[in-house]
């Protein structure tokens, strides 16, 4: 779809109105609004990130295969930003992975092994974004769960459920958890001992015993401190034999109680004006819960009936009356019921309404209660709709009635949010509603085999068709191939490159079950969809702050290289002007050369820099160069952001990816080689710590403790920091720690004190240093006797201490000058593009013979590089099926130049 003809029509459009309203003397003409709104997108326009992935779910030792779509405008490919950052974050906000990739014509393509111990079994945060993205909220980045298995040496299957009330101020929490052996058999009368740390001093604890069945029933009674939805329930689960098995358990749909919301159409309620009133329930594990109910007065007499149609949403209409008051009494679908207030009621106002029930045209409806019809009868208000930031329609009217009804044709607008937005002459919106544009604009894309039934290790080829409406197209595509039968999805919640684009980038919150809305387009999809525009409440474009002038600031600026900056300064501070800097990255066998400008600044652009390269920076080459020294600029990382989407989290993972975890286990056991062990004598070595520091002399015992194993596998040390520090809050604006209790009390004067090796230092310092290098990280809630806290007025204390080198190890020449390099050298390992595995896809002669090792893939193929013919808009692959039958299936998304995105399924079976 090209959005400049978009454009072009509305120059038009603008063009039109300008002449026609010529004559008012308004506060704020429509022409103003329309070209403040169009600034605003030129100086800020959206980037999108969407990331194709092979699978829905992985099991540790899968890779996860990939291409990221980066789109600007209405889906142009992204010529705006060239670095790609691709994160993951488990399940309780622990930094894991980070990978940084190289966009290509507004796409970009990896893979992420998911290795051991790096990946554990668990519900994962991957999140991907340009740094120009990060100018915006990062729930706009594009985000998505991903639930990772592990059946491999898996001691305990466990099955768990949790209830939760509040009653009286006191909290009960009651979890249900079974345990099994690998072959189902209930660990019957085993001892389990469980935790809970809930930023207390004393975390609640206890122990219980299985049943006969394998079940332990744990009831946990919050003390003052109540239990957040932060915190995790660990068990110890004695197997007997000396052996133990550890589980971790979210709490969040324990704690949190059912909801639900009302949202009027337009925004308002307003007395004596007929409305349609939309509500989502939503149950403690954040989905949609079915619900019932009736709208009573102030009287007791019924205004309205209302039932969940789709995910615990629906609407209903009714008419509310001056002075009366409006209650909704719900019913759950557990039996369970509740009664909350509607929303207030306006004595005077103005609503829109739109119907968007014909397939060809926008039905607007504007009501004006008779209060305000009295105040404002003819009066000028203005109408606008924007996709994607492009204003692509405005109208104006004047108020001669209360009631203004128009039609608008949908040719006006490409599929995708729509937000229709009503206006006073001050510029001031009065009621807004979004609706979701579904036109046949999509790109047409078709996958079709030479059959529908093949045997084992054969020859599949296969055939792409794209088209523009009816053209032959040429598009750039991603597909992959997966045994359905050993990966089962509900195809409703799938995450595409459709429910991505036009959906989730748009609107902030957790969409459920997305792909519903696309999979089947009729009648009962649209009117659910339209539900969801009703109550997904959160938009990222808000008028009032652009006509307020009210703009983000621009913090992270488009990269369109990888870049490394500094400044050469000689041994005063003093900046060197038109000094000599070379640059060498010796793993490419790469070197070029710069010159600092008049402030002694240096930047070295259009790098390709590895993942783990080492780079060195060396001023030898400039007058009375042993006085000079290197200082490189950091970068900023992001931080850590919640996971929007974990209604998504698996909670009995063992159970829910079984088909999967078999097959894993089935392939380990044909790989599987018994690995040499020996025995020898473990001789005590007394770890670094606290104690070796007399200023840390007072110290009482540490409260928590990271020991450096826990550490080893981090990227970023002062990141990974963050997230691990039990009682203690990071303030990312403040650079600081506190003491979570005090910092929920908004208690902010007195901060942690961080010491490196005995020594005061602050955020900034342990930002440079790197996780292999730590021995250990001890927290103190307070000081003791020390009088660390006193002194310098911080309460509690954080002590990093790093490994030590062991006494009587040789040092060689070149070692040394490495630990004391000149300062006219500078060598630093950037985090540098990461280079994609090319996926393997085995080529089979005949069937599988006795000694042939079995094919148990569950990506069968992967391909990130088709492009469709221009002319016939064809192309074509091939693969060969794996041991296993069953169902395969087949996805092929992508765009073309125009930024038309389509997506195609295609089923045959394996027998």
């Known amino acids: 779809m090209n959005f400049k003809k978009y454009i072009l029509a509305l120059s038009v459009l603008i063009t039109f109105l300008h002449l026609s309203a010529s004559a ?158 690998p072959t189902g058999t209930p660990y019957a009368n085993k001892k389990v001992s469980w935790t809970i740390n809930n930023d207390d001093d004393k975390p609640l604890k206890g122990k219980e015993t299985t049943d006969a069945s394998g079940f332990a029933t744990i009831n946990i009674a919050a003390g003052k401190i109540p239990v957040l939805a932060s915190n995790s329930l660990f068990t110890t689960i004695d197997l007997g034999n000396r052996k133990q098995a550890n589980n971790i358990f979210p709490l969040r749909s324990a704690v949190a109680e059912a909801d639900i919301q009302f949202f009027p159409e337009g925004g308002s309620l307003l007395t004596g004006v007929r409305s349609k009133v939309a509500f989502k329930a939503v149950s403690p594990n954040g989905l949609g819960a079915d619900v019932k109910g009736t709208i009573t007065d102030n009287t007791g007499a019924v205004a309205a009936e209302f039932k969940s149609q789709h995910l615990g949403m629906g609407n209903f209409v009714f008419t509310p009356e001056e002075g009366k008051t409006y209650k909704a009494n719900i019913t759950f679908a557990n039996g369970s019921q509740t009664v909350t207030d509607l929303p207030s009621i306006q004595a005077s106002g103005i609503n829109l309404a739109v119907y968007n029930t014909n397939a060809d045209t926008l039905s607007l409806k504007i009501t004006a209660n008779s209060a305000y019809f009295q105040q404002n009868q003819n009066k000028v208000v203005y109408i606008m709709a924007q996709s994607n930031g492009f204003v692509l329609y405005a109208a104006q009217t004047v108020l001669r009635s209360p009631v203004f009804s128009a039609t608008i044709a949908k040719s006006k607008f490409p599929t995708g949010v729509l937000q229709v937005t009503l206006f006073d002459v001050s510029g001031t919106p009065l009621s807004e509603r979004v609706v979701f544009i579904q036109r046949n604009d999509m790109l047409d894309l078709g996958l079709t085999s030479a059959a529908k039934t093949y045997g084992t290790r054969q020859q599949v080829k296969m055939q792409v068709n794209a088209k523009n409406k009816t053209v032959p197209t040429e598009a750039g595509l991603s597909v992959s191939v997966i045994d359905e039968t050993k990966v089962p999805f509900n195809e409703d919640a799938e995450t595409t490159i459709l429910t991505s684009l036009l959906l989730s980038s748009d609107l902030k919150g957790y969409i459920e079950k997305p792909n519903y809305y696309f999979k089947k387009i009729d009648a009962t999809t649209a009117a659910d969809l339209d539900v969801l525009m009703l109550t997904q409440g959160y938009r990222r474009f808000l008028y009032s702050n652009i006509l307020n002038n009210k703009i983000p600031g621009i913090n992270f600026l488009p990269e369109q290289s990888m870049e490394i900056t500094g400044t050469l300064r000689n041994a005063t501070g003093m900046p060197i002007a038109k000094g000599n800097i070379r640059l060498q990255i010796p793993d490419r066998y790469y070197s070029t050369q710069t010159t600092t400008n008049m402030s ?298 125009d930024g038309n995105i389509g997506r195609s399924v295609y089923r045959f079976t394996v027998k």
């Not at 490919?77 to 399940?91: C, E, G, Q, T």
């Not at 596998?713 to 520090?725: G, I, K, V």
């Not at 021995?775 to 002590?799: A, H, Q």
Request: aromatic content about 12%; some cysteine; charged content about 20%.
């Open 24 to 181: 008012q003397r308004d506060t704020m003409s429509l022409k103003t609004i329309i070209t403040l709104t169009n600034k605003f997108t030129h100086e800020h326009p959206y980037e999108k990130v969407y990331m194709h992935l092979d699978k829905p779910y992985y099991t540790v030792g899968d890779t996860i295969w990939f291409k990221a779509y980066v789109t600007i405008g209405i889906h142009q490919p992204s010529d705006l930003s060239k670095i790609l950052y691709v994160d993951i974050v488990s399940a309780r906000d622990t930094f894991v992975q980070a990978v940084k990739l190289q966009i290509v014509n507004g796409t970009a393509t990896g893979s992420i092994p998911l290795t051991q111990p790096l990946y554990k079994q668990g519900n994962y945060h991957l999140s991907a974004y340009t740094n120009w993205m990060r100018n915006f909220d990062p729930a706009y980045f594009f985000n998505k769960t991903i639930t990772i298995g592990n059946p491999v040496d898996n001691q305990v299957i466990t099955s768990t459920s949790f209830s939760g009330s509040n009653k009286n101020k006191q909290q009960k929490i009651t979890a249900r958890i079974q345990f099994k052996d």
């Open 600 to 897: 002694g600044e240096f930047k070295f652009s259009k790098l390709i820099i590895p993942d783990s390269s080492k780079v060195i920076l060396n001023a030898r080459n400039n007058v009375n160069a042993n006085n000079l020294m290197i200082m490189v600029n950091g970068t900023s990382l992001q931080g850590i952001s919640p996971n929007f989407n974990y209604p998504d989290e698996v909670m009995n993972i063992d159970s829910t990816l079984a088909p999967s975890m078999k097959n894993t286990q089935r392939r380990y056991n044909n790989s599987h080689t018994l690995k040499e062990v020996q025995i020898v004598e473990k001789v005590y070595v007394k770890k670094p710590g606290y104690q070796d520091f007399s200023a840390l002399t007072g110290l009482n015992f540490p409260d928590h403790s990271i020991t450096g194993d826990r550490l080893k596998d981090c990227p970023n040390f002062a990141m990974c920091l963050q997230t691990m520090l039990m009682g203690i809050t990071f303030d990312a604006s403040l650079n600081n720690y506190y003491i979570t209790r005090d910092y929920n009390q908004g208690q902010k004067s007195s901060p942690v004190a961080i010491f490196f090796n005995g020594m005061q230092v602050d955020y900034s310092y342990i930002a440079g240093l790197t996780s292999p290098d730590i021995e250990s990280v001890e927290v103190f809630l307070n000081d003791g006797v020390s009088g660390i806290n006193r002194r310098d007025n911080t309460k509690g204390v954080i002590e990093i201490t790093t490994k030590v080198i062991p006494k009587g190890t040789k040092v060689t020449q070149d070692q040394l000058a490495q630990l004391f390099p000149p300062k006219y050298i500078a060598t630093l390992m950037p985090k540098g593009f990461n280079v994609s595995r090319e996926f393997y896809s085995p080529k089979y002669a005949g069937p599988a013979t006795a000694i042939s090792r079995p094919d148990l893939r569950t990506t069968i193929y992967w391909n990130t590089h088709l492009i469709t013919d221009k002319t016939t808009g064809t192309t074509a692959f091939d693969f060969f099926t794996a041991d296993d039958k069953g169902t395969y299936k087949a996805v092929v998304e992508g765009m073309d130049a």
